[in-house]
């Protein structure tokens, strides 16, 4: 049975040790770090640089104390994601959410470079064939996965295998495009826009937030550069009027997420890759989308084992367990205590791609759990 590690988010003394950063520190340390990862070894911090707008990423604070933790190992960390926006924008978003060499102790680099396109075409499950993962992660020997706990638009859920299956790939492969990165999960069909012109009121923030500049709308019709898009799908998230969709299968969609995952954790030796969920600022929707809405749970704590279906069926757990906050999106929708609130807001299986990790064999959601005070 996997180890579950937990911290409370409440503080009940006032000292470090009892602070979320000073629970950080010995949730690695009770967690077995310093046995885990070696000397001079090379170690991925894989987390979400957020975007401009969303700020409720996991803290800088948190990653530094995760780096001090692995450079008192002895390891050499690096704090690392895909490009999601143009690399070099990208890498200013992250400074600017305040993750730079500074302030988390260790470069802050792009997994699949500048461009997206470092990456190596990995054997994937039976839906997705093949997937392009970022070339730094496919390299690196060891990872630790600190992934920001939320709701997702599409996955419902976004914990651990969202992170790694969206966020350890790349958006596309330099010869056969969006179909061999995310894109390819993103849509699970034709990945063919639907727009209907009744409900579009010209608002333009599709093609505002498109990172590619893919849209416009000559002669008030939409209109994408098929060939350039990535089929990131922010374009459609960020309609205020339903009236713009890329049709996909919600199924096949949270089992594309475990297959990716797989093929991810496919490049990493047995028990290299430590997971890090922090229940906190537990907000709706993505952190790459435009803006960070008011979380709908309130903190919960953070969550470490080296079990990725273990980590993420415990945060899951706790969640369930979890009110709905007043003045959130939660109270707008009218969900009531005791209802599975992301099931609610997103109405998405999300429980799928944790059920599909473990039939993979990724890990087990019997867990035990060990809180530390
Ligand atoms: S899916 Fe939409 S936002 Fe993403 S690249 Fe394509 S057009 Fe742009
Ligand atoms: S965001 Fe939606 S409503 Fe606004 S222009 Fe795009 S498709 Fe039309």
Not at 206 to 214: K, N, Q, R, Y
Not at 273 to 288: G, T
Not at 299 to 305: A, R
């Amino acid at each position: 049975m996997a180890k579950v590690y937990f911290a409370s988010a409440r503080v009940k003394k006032w000292r470090y040790e009892d602070s979320m950063p000073g629970k950080l520190e010995r949730l690695l340390r009770e967690a077995g770090v310093s046995k885990q990862f070696e000397k001079d070894e090379w170690v991925a911090v894989k987390t979400h640089f957020g975007s401009e707008g969303a700020h409720r990423i996991v803290r800088p604070v948190f990653l530094r104390k995760v780096v001090n933790e692995l450079k008192s190992a002895g390891s050499k960390p690096f704090v690392t994601d895909t490009v999601r926006i143009k690399g070099l924008d990208y890498l200013e978003v992250a400074n600017q959410n305040g993750i730079n060499h500074l302030s988390v102790g260790a470069p802050v680099v792009i997994a699949d470079g500048l461009y997206g396109h470092d990456n190596v075409m990995v054997k994937a499950g039976e839906l997705l064939g093949e997937i392009a993962v970022a070339s730094l992660i496919h390299d690196v020997p060891a990872m630790v996965v600190c992934s920001h706990v939320k709701g997702h638009i599409n996955a419902g859920y976004a914990g651990a295998i969202k992170n790694l299956a969206m966020g350890a790939v790349s958006a596309g492969h330099r010869h056969c495009g969006w179909k061999c990165g995310r894109g390819a999960m993103h849509t699970m069909g034709e990945g063919k826009f639907v727009w209907d012109s009744e409900k579009c009121a010209l608002c333009y923030q599709c093609a505002e937030v498109c990172p590619l500049d893919c849209i416009d709308f000559e002669k008030d019709t939409f209109n994408y550069k098929n060939e350039r898009c990535w089929r990131c799908g922010r374009c459609t998230r960020v309609c205020p009027e339903g009236a713009l969709s890329l049709p996909g299968d919600d199924q096949l969609f949270m089992k594309s997420l475990a297959e990716s995952t797989q093929a991810v954790l496919g490049t990493f030796q047995q028990n290299k890759v430590l997971y890090v969920n922090f229940l906190m600022e537990i907000q709706p929707e993505c952190d790459c989308m435009p803006a960070a809405e008011v979380p709908v749970i309130q903190d919960i704590g953070i969550v470490v084992s080296s079990d990725i279906v273990a980590v993420e069926q415990a945060s899951i757990d706790m969640l369930l367990k979890a009110k709905p906050l007043p003045g959130s999106l939660a109270a707008d929708e009218k969900i009531k205590e005791g209802a599975d609130i992301l099931l609610e807001l997103h109405k998405k299986p999300y429980i799928l791609q944790v059920q599909e990790a473990e039939r993979l064999g990724l890990g087990s959601p019997e867990y035990e759990l060990i809180e530390i005070e």
